[in-house]
């Protein structure tokens, strides 16, 4: 099975940065959509960007674009969260997610970020970013 695993999180100063990281394991997948999604109390799951790993195109969240970066390594199957800038507001549980389904187009348009995900993707087991003022 595929397993997902995400570090990097953390308690930091507004105007800080942070990288998150997202290890994959299991079976090695060339082409798929890996995305990264954040949850706060009270509100729902939200896409924050994804990358189709097929070519590198990425989606990025009106709220966080020009701010966060999302990247690839797919030698050592890895997906990272570039965080600048960061506002109290981002404060959430980020989780790593695999889309081994949907075709390309669903990745980089946004159309899997902005559905939130769903129970046929994997999950990691997510990596709390708090940011104070």
């Known amino acids: 099975q595929v397993q997902l695993v995400e570090s990097g999180g953390g308690s930091v100063q507004a105007g800080g940065s942070l990288r998150l990281s997202c290890e994959v394991s299991?079976?090695?997948?060339?082409?798929?959509?890996m995305g990264w999604f954040r949850q706060a109390p009270g509100k729902e799951r939200e896409g924050v960007a994804a990358?189709?790993?097929?070519?590198?195109?990425?989606y990025y969240a009106d709220s966080v674009k020009g701010r966060f970066t999302i990247s690839q390594d797919n030698a050592k199957d890895m997906v990272y969260l570039q965080m600048s800038s960061l506002k109290p507001e981002v404060t959430a549980m980020y989780y790593c997610?695999?889309?081994?389904?949907?075709?390309?187009?669903?990745?980089?348009?946004?159309?899997?970020?902005?559905?939130?995900?769903?129970?046929?993707?994997?999950w990691g087991q997510g990596t709390q970013v708090t940011v104070s003022s």
């Open positions: 997610a695999a889309d081994l389904k949907s075709p390309p187009f669903r990745c980089y348009s946004g159309g899997w970020s902005r559905t939130g995900g769903d129970e046929n993707n994997y």
């Open positions: 990358i189709y790993t097929g070519g590198g195109r990425t």
């Open positions: 299991g079976y090695f997948y060339s082409n798929k959509c």
